[in-house]
Nanobody, 119 residues
Framework: QVQVVESGGGLVQPGGSLRLSCAAS????????MGWYRQALGNERELVAR????????MYADSVKGRFTISRDNAKKTVYLQMNSLKPEDTAVYYC????????????WGQGTQVTVSS
């Protein structure tokens, strides 16, 4: 079983910054893609950023390009999301996805962390 634990969410004023962290643990024999999704009130869950292992450029939603940066530390099995120049429309529950292999490759999800950008 894989456990996914997020931290770093909270309340921030417009223009501020937050750094989200997501650490995976368990009997993991391989780490693959890791990413962040968000779901605002009344909206569907959407991709924010995703990063793969073994090469390739990170993917970002158009709405966050130039403001958010995703990175990963494979030794720590951790993915980060640095969020700068936050806007009220960034308010959402942010979910971490970890694609890992135990017997096969599948996605594991964190519990979600609330990010609120208030004016």
């Amino acid at each position: 079983q894989v456990q996914v634990v997020e931290s770093g969410g909270g309340l921030v004023q417009p223009g501020g910054s937050l750094r989200l962290s997501c650490a995976a643990s368990g009997s993991i024999f391989g780490l693959y893609a890791m990413g962040w999704y968000r779901q605002a009130l009344g909206n569907e869950r959407e991709l924010v950023a995703r990063i793969i292992s073994g090469g390739g450029s990170p993917m970002y939603a158009d709405s966050v390009k130039g403001r958010f940066t995703i990175s990963r530390d494979n030794a720590k099995k951790t993915v980060y999301l640095q969020m700068n120049s936050l806007k009220p429309e960034d308010t959402a529950v942010y979910y971490c996805e970890v694609q890992a292999r135990i017997y096969d490759i599948r996605s594991y999800w964190g519990q979600g962390t609330q990010v609120t950008v208030s004016s």
